[in-house]
Every structure is written in C-alpha cells, then in structure tokens.
C-alpha cells in the first residue's frame, strides 16, 4: 500500500495558497516553492541614475521603499539636479526603512557614467542593481534580483513601456498599472508579466544591454575599473561595460519574468554623440580591454 493516499495528501490543489494574478499588474506567482535559490544574507543596493525628474523619483523611491523583501540601501546617482530633486532624497533618506545617500554632481552634459562610479563607490551592497529614475519598480524587483544573482554572471532584466499621455497618472498612482495595460496605454506588454518560471538565456551578446534593470556583483564592477567616463552623451556605455565584463571572464543572464520595471516614456535624449561612443565601443571589444581607462578609480572613497 502507498504510504499516502491522493485523497489524504497534505494539501489540495484547490486549497493550494497561491495566485495566478495578483496585481498590479499580472504578477504570476505560481508555486512559489519553485523560485530561485534565495539568499536572504545577500547585502543587495539599488542605484537609480536620474536628472531633474524629481516626481518619478519621489515614486521610483516610494515603491522601493513599500517593496516585497526590499533593498539594504538605496543610492540616487544624481547628474546635477537642482533643489526640488534634492528635498525628495532628504525626504526619503529620514522616513526610509533602508540608508538612501545622493550621490551628486554638477551638471556638464550628460555624464551619467561619471554620476554612476560615484555611487558604485560610496555602495555598501555586495550586488548592486542599476535603475532609471524614470522606471517604476514592481513590489518585488529587489527580491526578484536577489534570487536571480549567481556568481560569474551579471544579469539583465527587461521593461515595459508607459505611454508618455499616461506618464502623470501612473506615477501619482489614479490609475493602476492593470488599467493603463486595459487601456492600451503600456506597450511591451509581455514584458509587463511575471511569469510562474522566468526564461533565461545565458550569453555573452551585446544585444539588448541596458543599463537599467541590471544587476552586477560590486566586484565584478571593481575588477572592470566600474563605468568608462569617457562616454559623455547618449549611448553604449552600459555596453562597454558588459564588453569588459565579457572580457573579464563573465556571462549574462538575460531574463524575461522576473523584476518588472514600468519606463515612463519622454521625448528623447540627443544622439548627438552616439558616433563617436559607437567608434569607442568597437574599439572596446577589438582590443580585448578589461578596466576602463577613466573609471571606478576615479573616485576612491569607496573602492
């Protein structure tokens, strides 16, 4: 005789404690027995880069801050805002579960590389997450990353699109992500589901880097020499560092299904410069480098 009967088993699937929907939006959580490995002791920081963007902020904090088993620290990596930016980081920075520092520079351009060593230095984390200011995180990003960290990997994660009529109501909360997705108003929208079991491809391509929605061990990133601050303007620094990171000896895990990020669509930056990061870039990948030349130690606070 079977030592269990099905009838008698310890639970029923109708019983089972778990959803297939939880909002906002499709969170699928299926058996969540199932997830990755999850280490809890992982000392993880979130750095979102932002620039005179202080309402997308104050809710990219505000989410991180409510968030599902949430970040140790918080760093905003500012390119030079003003003061209205600065009062919501002293705001969250005294009602804040977690440390959240500024990590401030003048603004000359847009030099976020340079903004982005500079909070890479002051981190306290073993893993650091990259985020835009102008993202809005799911309730569990931070867990999500934290199960999805593996040593010799970086991983990249994926974001869905807020139409940018829609922008206003989905950082004050009047309308739920669900609502807007019903609506038409977010595009990308399998990037908007968490999937019961994420996909992951394992590589070392160039396709599809992102500098948001990106996690690193601190370091990988210290070994590299962190951002190459020689790419001022728009593009492909966050695909030299993965080049570098190629170099080093890592891979990427690339993952739809997991840590959810709404991007709040607005005009775009200036491509100005794209040319000549583009001929950087190429450079990059010829010569096999490994450290940025104008890098992390740049700032040696924190190394």
């Known amino acids: 005789m079977f030592p269990f009967s ?22 699928f959580s299926i058996f969540p027995f199932f997830h990755f490995p999850f280490p809890t002791a992982l000392l993880l920081t979130v750095i979102i880069n932002t620039y005179e963007n202080p309402a ?7 989410r991180l801050c409510r968030g599902r088993q949430r970040a140790d620290e918080l760093i905003v990596a500012d390119d030079g805002s003003g003061p209205a930016t600065r009062e919501v980081v002293e705001s969250w920075a005294m009602k804040a579960p977690m440390p959240v520092k500024h990590a401030w520079q003048e603004h000359a351009g847009f030099r976020r590389a340079r903004v982005l060593n500079a909070a890479i230095a002051t981190a306290e984390g073993e893993y650091l997450v990259f985020l835009d200011g102008d993202c809005l995180p799911s309730a569990r990003f931070a867990s999500d990353h934290r199960a999805m960290a593996e040593e010799n990997y970086f991983v990249q994660c994926r974001r869905c699109f807020i139409d940018e009529s829609a922008v206003p109501a989905a950082i004050d ?13 977010i595009s990308g929208l399998f990037k908007s589901v ?31 020499n962190g951002y190459d601050e020689s790419y001022e303007g728009w593009g492909k620094e966050d695909s030299d560092l993965a080049a570098r990171l190629y170099h080093l000896g890592r891979q990427r895990k690339f993952i739809h299904g997991r840590a959810i990020v709404y991007h709040l669509n607005h005009p775009p930056a200036s491509r100005a410069q794209l040319p000549d990061a583009m001929r950087r870039l190429e450079e990059t990948i010829a010569s096999g480098r490994i450290k940025a030349m104008q890098g992390l130690d740049c700032h040696p606070a924190k190394p």
């Open 173 to 185: 909360g009047s309308r739920s992500m669900l609502k807007l997705a019903l609506s038409g108003q």
């Open 194 to 224: 968490r999937l019961p079991w994420p996909t992951i491809r394992r590589d070392q391509k160039l396709e599809g880097i992102l500098g948001c929605n990106l996690g690193i061990w601190k370091q990988d990133l210290v070994d590299v």
């Open 56 to 62: 997308a902020l104050d809710a990219v904090l505000a």
């Open 6 to 27: 099905i009838f008698h088993f310890p639970f029923s699937i109708f019983h089972f404690p778990f959803s297939i929907f939880h909002f906002p939006f499709f969170h």
